[in-house]
């Protein structure tokens, strides 16, 4: 059973503005997403009512404010199927959480002469942090190099992935192309050879059924903003034995056991790695994303995303002065669509589309490595969410007709 996605736009009160007097068609969702009033209301009773520190107060809202916090771990335990809810650590976002195990796990497990393997098109959130630890630590990294249908093939991950690598740190989907990779497989591989597997699930995590076990993944880290949650709100999933034997990151109230005044002990999981004042309105927002999210359903979810990029593929392929890179095969994509148009920069192509009320990205998309390899300055991109339309994307396909148009084309 599908679902009415014109019932659903109306728990999105941001989706019902016009902009430059066009109504808004928000086809930036890989940025961030809009959230329903079922979110922004969970994030409002909170506030109202349970406002406290949670850990801390005896009293009654700081045992409320407790309860919200740790129910909301529960909650993405479940929705990731993590072992225990000790494995699920609340970050600010999927950086944080990234950093977190490059400067916990990283900076004390690799060692010179160690392999970092990463792929190409990694966002700088998953590129920079382990690029410091090379440096710090004289480890080298690798890159997973992608084919003509911008794929990873077997023979690339097995060549690139050896008995030398120590952390395999890969992005599920693409920002940029759209690629699904083979995290399973990559995960069984890097296994084999004594590595461990860190997943960036940001883009993956509202677009399709992400489960930390069957995946195999070591770690796991994702954004709540990215999953029609707040913004502030991330998450580290991590192996509870990997957890256990890491040093904090960050260091101060509420992490520690006992301190004395030359040294401390710390908190068991999760608390270790949750050094301050925690963002609980952020995770009573997550967890009430996360229930608005299943209480759709993510095959159903996935689905009218699959008709609505493999509509928007057809169409734009038609046009023989726009050149998609990403993957054509939708078996091996997500729905987020790169593009270039023939003889126009990516920023006049998303600002004139503004001016239709078409929100689109364009630059580099934080992977400037993968634009180097591609050989291109920077892209546009449309990125599909539960709420847009098929009429939607025919506003697009029509306005970027009228891109060509107002730079001076033909057609
Ligand atoms: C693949 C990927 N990883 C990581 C991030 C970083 O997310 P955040 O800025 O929420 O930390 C993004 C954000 O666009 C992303 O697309």
């Not at 990873?152 to 699904?180: F, W």
């Amino acid at each position: 059973m599908g679902f009415s996605v014109h019932e659903i736009r109306q728990d999105f009160p941001a989706l019902a503005q016009s902009v430059h007097g066009k109504p808004l068609i928000y086809l930036d969702n890989a940025a961030t997403t809009q959230r329903p009033v079922q979110v922004l209301e969970a994030i409002e009773r909170y506030n109202h009512f349970a406002n406290a520190n949670p850990h801390r107060g005896v009293h009654y809202l700081g045992t409320e404010a407790t309860r919200a916090y740790e129910q909301a771990r529960e909650r993405v335990a479940r929705f990731i199927n993590a072992g225990s809810r000790k494995e699920v650590i609340f970050t600010r976002n999927a950086t944080e959480a990234l950093n977190l195990v490059a400067f916990a796990f990283g900076l004390a497990q690799v060692k010179a002469g160690d392999e970092i393997v990463l792929c190409i098109s990694e966002h700088h959130s998953n590129l920079v942090p382990w690029q410091q630890i090379a440096r710090l630590t004289g480890a080298k990294l690798k890159y997973l190099y992608l084919d003509e249908e911008f794929c990873l093939t077997h023979k690339e991950i097995q060549a690139k992935i050896t008995d030398t690598t120590k952390i395999v740190a890969i992005a599920q989907m693409s920002n940029v192309l759209g690629t699904i990779y083979p995290v399973r497989e990559i995960a069984g591989w890097a296994h084999s050879q004594g590595a461990v597997v860190v997943v960036d699930a940001a883009q993956s995590i509202p677009h399709q059924v992400v489960d930390v076990q069957a995946l195999d993944a070591d770690f796991l880290v994702f954004s709540g903003h990215k999953i029609y949650g707040p913004m502030g709100i991330g998450v580290l999933y991590g192996r509870e034995e990997l957890l256990r034997e890491m040093p904090p990151y960050q260091f101060g109230g509420d992490m520690i056991e006992y301190v004395e005044e030359e040294s401390s002990t710390f908190a068991p999981l999760p608390q270790k790695f949750e050094a301050g004042t925690p963002n609980v309105e952020g995770a009573v927002g997550l967890a009430a994303a996360l229930d608005y999210v299943e209480s759709i359903g993510l095959k159903q979810i996935a689905e009218h995303e699959r008709n609505l990029t493999a509509y928007a593929l057809e169409e734009l392929r038609k046009l023989r002065w726009v050149r998609v890179h990403g993957p054509l095969d939708m078996a091996q994509r997500g729905p987020v669509i790169s593009f270039e148009i023939e003889g126009c920069h990516p920023h006049d192509v998303a600002t004139i589309l503004d001016t239709y009320g078409v929100a689109v990205r364009a630059g580099h998309h934080c992977a400037q490595p993968l634009m180097n390899y591609l050989k291109i300055p920077a892209s546009s991109r449309v990125s599909f969410a539960l709420y847009n339309t098929k009429e939607e994307v025919d506003v697009f396909l029509e306005s970027i007709l009228n891109v060509r148009k107002w730079l001076g084309y033909g057609s």
